[in-house]
Antibody
Framework: EVQLVESGGGLVQPGGSLRLSCAAS????????MHWVRQATGKGLEWVSA???????YYPGSVKGRFTISRENAKNSLYLQMNSLRAGDTAVYYC????????WGQGTLVTVSS | QSALTQPASVSGSPGQSITISCTGT?????????VSWYQQHPGKAPKLMIY???NRPSGVSNRFSGSKSGNTASLTISGLQAEDEADYYC??????????FGGGTKLTVL
């Protein structure tokens, strides 16, 4: 069974940093692209970043230069380093699998507030 | 990259069919057959319902179908059931090597 479990969310002040983790199981992690997608309360889904199997990374303009996605295949883990956080980054952050974004974790809440 | 355009809400009675549209540009929906649809119930993670425009993952009811014409993709749900009431999102790969989601559509089963 595919499982994705996010952790690392919490309350952080504007301008601060946070590192999210995603533990994957039930599939060959190294063979899949992986994504982070976020959702502010009551709002729609917003794609945040992706990393390919070769470690190539992709970001939308809204987070480019502030967020860094990475992976550690030996630990079946995905990460999102978030710097210079803003109130607008407040959301549930989901880890998701594959080019088709076919499986999602349950999400971890990030709150940016003073 | 702007979000794909979806209607804010649609509704239908049990047994009826509804269609949700997802409009983008030639740089996303119109340029690639990498359009997906997701169902999200309140407080839950999204669930993949359609991928690559019209393919259903294993376990998804054949009442759900997808199509595309030009820059607009569509999700059709036939034989509406109460449990279909949820938010639905489309997504597409883009020419910038990024992904973009639609704003979401709230489906109400009357």
């Amino acid at each position: 069974e595919v499982q994705l479990v996010e952790s690392g969310g919490g309350l952080v002040q504007p301008g601060g940093s946070l590192r999210l983790s995603c533990a994957a199981s039930g599939f060959t992690f190294s063979s899949y692209d992986m994504h982070w997608v976020r959702q502010a309360t009551g709002k729609g889904l917003e794609w945040v970043s992706a990393i390919g199997t070769a470690g190539d990374t992709y970001y939308p303009g809204s987070v480019k230069g502030r967020f860094t996605i990475s992976r550690e295949n030996a630990k079946n883990s995905l990460y999102l380093q978030m710097n210079s956080l803003r109130a607008g980054d407040t959301a549930v952050y989901y880890c998701a699998r594959g080019w088709e974004i076919d499986y999602w974790g349950q999400g971890t809440l990030v709150t940016v507030s003073s | 990259q702007s979000a794909l355009t979806q209607p804010a809400s649609v509704s239908g009675s049990p047994g009826q069919s509804i269609t949700i549209s997802c409009t983008g540009t030639s740089s996303d929906v119109g340029g690639y057959n990498y359009v997906s649809w997701y169902q999200q119930h309140p407080g839950k993670a999204p669930k993949l319902m359609i991928y690559e425009v019209s393919n259903r993952p294993s376990g998804v009811s054949n009442r759900f179908s997808g199509s595309k014409s030009g820059n607009t993709a569509s999700l059709t749900i036939s034989g509406l059931q109460a449990e279909d009431e949820a938010d639905y999102y489309c997504s597409s790969y883009t020419s910038s090597s990024t992904w973009v989601f639609g704003g979401g559509t709230k489906l109400t089963v009357l």
